[in-house]
Structure formats: C-alpha cells, structure tokens
C-alpha cells in the first residue's frame, strides 16, 4: 500500500506531517479549556447513562485519541454526548439493572456493536444510508430528548426514587415521589441550575464590563459547571451533608481506564443490535453535522466515510477501556473550535488532561453531590429543546411538520427508539407518498423567446395540436402509473391533438417500471393516431433508455430542446392562454 493510500486511512499522516510550533500552541489552549469542560460534562453523561462517573472519564481517554488517528475534522471532540448518553440507557435497562455487573458489560458490548457498524459502513462507503433520517426528524427528535433527559435528572435534583424511560412514566413516577423530595438536595441542585442558567447568560457581559479581555470571559464562562462542582462539593463536605441524607458521587477509583471485554453473548447481543444501529446513525449524523459546520468556516474538508471509521475505531476504544458509546459533541466541539484547536492533535491533549483528572483529582469529588451533574446536564440540554421547529415546519411543508410532530410526540410517549424508528418511516412513506403524484405541467412557449412555462402560471402560446408536458420528478416505480393516467386522461379531453410532448428536463432517473409505462403511453396513444415524443433528456437517462429498445418503438422523435419540438411539430403556436402571471 503507497503513502498515499495508507493516508487515505489514517488522515494523522497528511496533518502529522506539517505540524508545527504555532499548531501546538493553539491545540494545546483548546485541550486545556475543553478539558475544564469536559471533567463534569462527562461524569454527568456517565450519570445520564446509568453507569458510574468514571465510566464517563473513561471514555472520553481512549475514544479521542483513536478518533485522533482516524478522523479527519481538525475541531471535533469526541465523548459521550446528552442524546447518546439517553439511548444507552434506555437500550440497556432492557438488558441488565443498573448497577450490575451485567449492566456495565451490557454497555461494552453496545460501545463494541455501535463500533463495529460504524466500521462496516465507513470501510463499504456507506454513509449515505444516514441520508434516510431527514432533518426535520433529528430536529424533533433531539427536541424530545431534550425534554426526556432533563426530566430523568430531576429525580436527582429533589432527592426523590423515580423511574421510567417516557415522559408519561417520569411525570406519573415523579409525581407519585413528590412527598418524598429531599429539601437539601433540592436546594443544591436548584441553586446550581439557577448559577449555571445565570453563567451561561449572564457572567460573560459582567466580565466584558470589569476589563476582561474576551479570551478570558469566554475561559471564565465555560469553566462555570467547574465552579459549580467546586462549590458544591465543598459545601457538601463542610457542612457534612452526605450525613443528611445527600447523594454523593462517593468514591471514584483513582486510575487510568481499565482493559474491559465486551461479552459475546447471543443473549446480550440480540436485544442491542437495533439500539446499536440506531446509536450508530443519529451520532453519525449530530457528529458530521458539526464536523461540516466547523470545517466549512475554515475552508477544510471532511470525508463522511473516513469519520464513520473514526467514530468507528473510537467507539471499538470504548468497549476495550471500560467506557460506553460516544460520538462528536456539538457544544464541546464549538469550544475546541473557538478556543484555537488547529489539528485533531488537540483531542489528544485533551485525553492527556483527563487522564491526569482520572488519576489525580477522582479523590477529590468524592462529596460530589449527584444533583449537581443533575443540574449541569439539565442546563446543558434545555438548550437541544426547539419548539419552534414545528411553527417552521408547519409554514414550510406539512409533510416535514407531520414527520417532525410525530418524532416528538412518539418519542415523549413510547420512548427514544421507537420515537426515531417513527420518525423515519414517517418521512420515508411521505417522500413516497408525495413522490408517487409528481407535478406534472402543461408548458406553453413564451412570447419572443425560447422558454416554456405553466400555462396555469404565465401568458403563453400553445397549439390544440400539440400537448407539452413538463415532468418535475424522476419517474420510477411510484409515480409511473400516476403518469400513464395523467397522460391519457388529458388526451381524452382534446381530440385534436396530434403529438404529445414529454419534457424531460426535470428527469434525472428513469426505472423499469417507469420506461414499461413510458412503452404503455407510447403503445395507446399510437392507437389514438397520436405520437409521443421526448425533449430535453439528460445524457444518463439517455444512455440507459439505448440499452433498451424503447427508442426504437418511439413512435415520435427525442429532441435537443422544448423549443426544437415545438419548431418541428407545431412552428407557429398562435393560441395564448392569457392566466394571472405568477413567478416561478
């Protein structure tokens, strides 16, 4: 294999080899502050998940620096994200209680299943197949589990037991603990989303008004779920409230990730091969699109089959080091980018940094009180939740807003997996639905010029003897026999005419469904004494109709243009039809 081809594989190589002082400098401001980010971002994604909190340190080791090797967007940062974290629960309460030995293998192995399709469909160039979830589904998808999310932590917040996986169960749950809710935890873990809301905010233009350079406000800023975890933890041990009944994170083994196997039982594997598949997509989709963003901005580019094997490999480095699934976070990515991360470099440091956090300061968090990740991943992800996608939608396109209601609303009702499965074959079944009756326009030639338009839309100039239909979709097995009808139906109405005209502009697809139609319009109306001919066919369409022998038993001609056709069939169209004009 040449250096070229090895490249290909392991983008390191290209960067690696023009990295420099000024690189350096810049990768390694960015690790330093999305390393002050990410120690409680993931402790609170392991709680999220229903793992310990260093599984949450653990998997954002290993996972960066594969993705190092292998991913090609120089700002993106890999770890456990809030809608990954969500699934991952959801997917293993159905294997093991949390808690459980068989629980934490269970996440290995969705980590080891997530990598290994994330491989298979990177390493056969199958990216695309995420194409089939729209954005107006991710849109409403990652709304609801905004929503989902935010509430599983409140449990956590008010010190109460509840449990379920939609939000009819969490609110009936929840409700039926409020007589239970713990005052001293509430009041933790309420002070601290109103000091993170109020961080977020607010503390940026204070510090702009004290002096503070913008650099600094923006360090100041996202160090502040840092000062929260700080403040609360000091207050918990000062004041011994762990004694009083506050849930505390506890201790943290003290240690870099640990060698783990996933298990290799049909009995795990089966129930997690469709959330793993899912995982694999939605994080695939949520990490590209931040990927693209980023690059764009800086004129780069990023290969969508190579960052499915960087996904890839950092998901199969989870499974190994005691970590669960991960993907690119969209707010810990636009940090790296903002804080000057120049090469994927810059995620190894960060691995360095919290490696160090695993080994020194675990001991330190041991009065972390669990309402406090609560409340920062409560702040984090109210932000994911956007209403107004629907009001959008539903000025847009109906179809999009149907497909993005029922996301949300299967979601919230019946849970994450079924709520994306939802959305999905809803936008599927409306693309057929409303592929399946294209727009088909009856043209009409412009006065003096050469163009041809809706004669319901512009003043045109038509002749009785001479149908011009405009086809505004690639016809295939959906939409063929919508055409055969549409066609015949309309020559039934005018007897006088002598040539219909298909203009194929708009055609970048023809099936066999749809040329054994086209051979069935070409057959009744050559009953009718009426001829079919084609203009303005691409050269792939053409190509594929020489390999059959429909242009033979054409019983019209295939022209250069709309206008030639009508120059050859019918050189002076007299008849205007005189509609409102309308732009199109």
């Not at 091969?273 to 693209?292: H, K, M, N, R, W």
Request: proline letters at 5%.
């Amino acid at each position: 294999m040449s250096h070229k081809e090895l490249a290909r594989y392991l983008p390191i190589l290209k960067w690696g080899r023009r990295y420099d002082r000024g690189a350096l400098t810049g990768d390694l401001i960015a690790a330093v502050i999305v390393t002050i980010m990410l120690i409680p971002q993931s402790l609170a994604y392991a709680l999220l998940a229903g793992l310990p909190p260093e599984a949450g340190l653990y998997a954002s080791i290993a996972p960066i620096i594969l993705y190092t090797i292998f991913g090609t967007s120089r700002a993106l940062a890999v770890g456990p994200v809030a809608v990954v974290s969500l699934m991952t629960a959801a997917a293993l309460g159905e294997v093991a209680a949390q808690g459980t030995m068989g629980y934490a293998v269970a996440a290995l192995t969705l980590a080891a299943l997530s990598g290994a399709i994330l491989l298979a469909l990177g390493i056969f160039r199958l990216g695309f197949l995420a194409n089939f979830l729209s954005h107006p589904v991710i849109a409403g998808f990652i709304t609801a589990s905004g929503i989902l999310i935010a509430g599983s932590q409140l449990k956590h917040v008010l010190g109460i037991g509840a449990e379920g996986h939609t939000l009819i169960e969490l609110s009936l749950s929840l409700a039926t603990h409020l007589g239970d809710v713990h005052w001293i935890t509430l009041a933790i873990g309420g002070s601290v989303i109103a000091f993170l809301v109020w961080v977020r905010h607010g503390l940026k233009p204070v510090l702009r008004r004290l002096g503070a350079g913008a650099g600094l406000a923006d360090v100041l800023t996202k160090a502040g779920p840092v000062v929260a975890v700080a403040l609360s933890t000091a207050a918990v041990w000062q004041f011994d409230l762990a004694a009083r009944g506050v849930s505390i994170v506890g201790d943290v083994p003290q240690s870099l990730p640990p060698l783990t196997v996933p298990s290799l039982s049909p009995a795990v594997i089966g129930p997690l091969l469709v959330p793993a598949l899912l995982i694999s997509v939605i994080g695939f989709v949520e990490s590209i699109s931040v990927a693209q963003t980023l690059a764009a901005k800086k004129r780069q580019r990023i290969d969508p089959d190579q960052e499915l094997i960087g996904l890839g490999a950092a998901n199969m480095a989870a499974a190994f080091t005691g970590g669960f699934p991960v993907t690119g976070g969209f707010s810990r990515s636009v940090v790296n980018f903002d804080a000057g991360a120049e090469t994927p470099a810059a995620g190894a440091f960060t691995a360095m940094g919290l490696a160090i956090a695993a080994l020194a300061l675990t001991p330190l968090i041991y009065f972390l009180p669990t309402a406090t990740l609560a409340a920062t991943i409560i702040v984090a992800v109210l932000s994911l939740v956007d209403f107004k996608v629907l009001r959008r939608s539903w000025n847009y396109s109906r179809a999009d807003c149907m497909a993005v209601a029922t996301t949300i609303l299967m979601t919230l009702a019946l849970g994450v997996e079924v709520g994306v499965s939802s959305g999905v074959v809803l936008s599927v079944l409306l693309y057929l639905y409303t592929t399946s009756r294209p727009h088909v326009a009856e043209v009409g030639l412009v006065p003096g010029t050469q163009h041809f338009r809706n004669i319901e839309r512009h003043d045109v100039l038509t002749d009785p003897r001479l149908l011009s239909l405009r086809v505004d979709e690639s016809l295939y097995f959906a939409n063929a026999r919508f055409l055969e009808d549409y066609v015949h139906d309309r020559v039934a109405k005018s007897p006088s005419i002598e040539h219909v005209v298909l203009m194929c502009s708009a055609v970048n697809e023809i099936d066999l469904s749809a040329l054994d139609s086209l051979e069935a319009i070409n057959t009744r109306l050559s009953e009718r004494d009426v001829t079919l001919h084609l203009s303005e066919v691409k050269g792939p369409v053409m190509d594929r109709l020489k390999r059959a022998d429909f242009l033979e038993k054409l019983t019209g001609q295939v022209f250069m243009s709309q206008y030639d056709a009508v120059m050859a069939l019918a050189p002076t169209p007299s008849r205007p039809v005189r509609l409102a004009t309308q732009s199109r």
